[in-house]
């Protein structure tokens, strides 16, 4: 059903002026998702999706791909990017890379800014949005493109139940779509409802991974059964 | 004695200065001058005439103006033409260069930025000097015929104000650029797509150097002096009529001159803006 996947993530080290970020990393990822990651501040969750998402360079190691499309990958960043555009020219910005007419990109706006709830708002610049409504506008700007994997890094952090819920709407949705989710949280419980995988980083390292409903009813590592448990991980 | 300042009408029709109170509204230019008794007459008298001669450069600078003098006419549309043609050279260079500077690394980035700003303080004579050798009629380009030509003039400025729009521009699409960085890498764009989305969004800041560029090639005199000579209905500008009417002593037709070159500056740069802001939606 996706063509890009499985992933295999061999032997991947990132080092940043000595210190290493992550790694070594060994991980595959199958084409059924969603792939939640989870770890403490600092785990190096970010750091992973930025490298599978090939705008991190790696020093050793390799990132194997089923079939290599960058143009069908997307990305929603931990801090939404607001380009200094109105909402709906931030909506049709990666449309126009991809030289659709102006007819088919005002259809596609058309259609995002009302599926989000922003059309009231269409011409205000995006840079003066709420952060839930940044966080929306992000994930449709990443899902325009029908993208066939989308990495999310904590899409919710900040967001009210509302907003939370609004968004795992719209990215089930996506998903049924058939868009590969591989998405970094703090919100177990989130994590719970999203997850079919689960990866789990402590200190730069894939920590524990394995089927979500699995890996939640019986973790194999201690650290992983503290912090499900909410406990500080040492 | 009297120790508080005196008002005086520095300017009557007759030569004696007055008592302010004779005349309370008579007159428009009143200067207060405190501890008159301690300027020498012959020092007042100077005072009294240059203040005199400001008057009247006034008065003529405003009849000059107001009847669209043929001659304040022509020099300040040459100056317009110089100065934007120049500018529109100078950005169509400098505002790629810069956006370019600001999202590409390579080896000599640094060094090559440090070069730029340098330039920026570039002494305008010294170009003129060089431009005038290189376009000597013994200079490399010689045979080209553009000395003391408004060509000429458009070179020198090219270069004056080239480095002064990149560093400008360098610096505000470095800010955006670590903007946008990753957005537009994840979205798999061309360089020239990263150049034009920033060149784009930016174009407000680009603007403002546009606009000091401006302003530098408006004002410059010493390079344009060189290379075009300030010939009547060549190349003559404002600044250089300015520069030779004061030599002449005809501060009238000078001080003319720097209203309407102070004119053109205020009028271009709040046209420039108004226009830039009227697709306005935000504070960008
Ligand atoms: N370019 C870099 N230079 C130096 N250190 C870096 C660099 N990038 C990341 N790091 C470090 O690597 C570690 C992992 O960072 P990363 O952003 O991946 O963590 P994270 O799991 O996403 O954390 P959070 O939950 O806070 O978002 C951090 O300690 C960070 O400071
Ligand atoms: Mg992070």
């Known amino acids: 059903m996706n063509a890009l996947f499985p992933l295999e993530l ?39 999706l ?100 989308l990495f999310l890094d904590e899409p919710c952090a900040n967001l009210d139940g509302y907003a939370t819920r609004d968004i795992e709407v719209l990215l089930q949705e996506a998903a049924a779509a058939g868009t590969r989710l591989v998405m970094a949280t703090h919100n177990m419980g989130q994590a719970r409802r999203l997850a079919q995988d689960l990866v789990f980083m402590l200190d730069g390292k894939v920590h524990e991974t394995g089927p979500a409903a699995q890996v939640f009813a019986a973790p194999q590592t201690d650290a992983l059964a503290a912090f499900l448990r909410g406990d500080i991980v040492p | ?13 007759c030569p004696e200065s007055l008592d302010i109170s004779t005349y309370p509204d008579q007159f428009p230019l009143v200067f207060c001058v405190g501890k008159l008794d301690v300027l020498s007459f012959s020092c007042w008298d100077r005072f009294e005439g240059r203040m005199f001669e400001i008057w009247e450069g006034l008065k003529a600078a405003f009849w000059l103006i107001v009847m669209f003098d043929a001659e304040l006419w022509e020099i300040s549309l040459r100056s317009l033409r110089v100065t934007l043609t120049a500018l529109l050279i100078a950005s169509v260079i400098a505002i790629p260069l810069g956006t370019y500077l600001a999202l590409q690394r390579f080896r000599y980035r640094r060094f090559v930025i440090s070069m730029i ?61 670590a903007e946008y960085h990753d957005l537009l890498i994840s979205l798999n764009t061309s360089k020239r797509q990263r150049v034009l989305t920033l060149v784009k969004d930016g174009r407000r800041n680009l603007l403002t150097a546009a606009l000091a560029g401006f302003g530098r090639a408006i004002g410059e005199v010493g390079a344009i002096m060189i290379v075009g000579g300030n010939i009547d209905h060549v190349t003559r500008v404002l600044t250089t009529a300015i520069a030779l009417e004061t030599g002449k002593g005809d501060f009238a037709l000078a001080l003319g001159l720097g209203c309407v070159l102070i004119g053109i500056a205020i009028i271009v740069n709040i046209t420039i803006h108004t226009l830039s802001q009227t697709e306005r939606e935000g504070r960008w």
């Open chain 2, 117 to 177: 700003n340098a330039l920026m303080g570039l002494p305008p004579v010294v170009v003129g000097l060089v431009v005038y050798l290189l376009l000597s009629r013994s200079g490399p380009f010689g045979v080209l015929n553009l000395l003391f030509t408004p060509t000429a003039m458009i070179i020198a400025q090219v270069i004056i104000i080239t480095p002064v729009i990149v560093s400008i521009a360098h610096q505000s699409m470095r800010e955006l650029w």
């Open chain 1, 50 to 149: 930025r490298v599978m998402h090939g705008i991190e360079r790696i020093n050793a190691g390799q990132v194997i791909w089923a079939k290599d499309d960058p143009a069908k990958h997307a990305f929603v960043f931990q801090s939404p990017i607001m380009m200094r555009r109105s909402v709906a020219e931030n909506l049709a910005y990666p449309l126009r890379l991809a030289k659709l007419s102006a007819a088919a990109i005002n259809t596609d706006v058309d259609h995002w800014l009302s599926r989000i709830g922003l059309d009231a708002v269409r011409d205000n610049p995006a840079t003066r949005l709420s952060g839930g409504e940044r966080q929306k506008l992000a994930i449709a700007r990443a899902l325009v493109c029908k993208p066939e994997v």
């Open chain 2, 1 to 13: 004695m009297d120790e508080g300042p005196t008002a005086r009408i520095l300017y009557t029709t």
């Open chain 1, 10 to 48: 061999r032997q991947v080290v990132v080092r940043r002026r000595t210190k290493r970020v992550i790694g070594p990393v060994d991980l595959i990822l199958n084409p059924q998702g969603p792939t939640i990651i989870i770890g403490p501040n600092g785990s190096g969750k970010t750091t992973l």
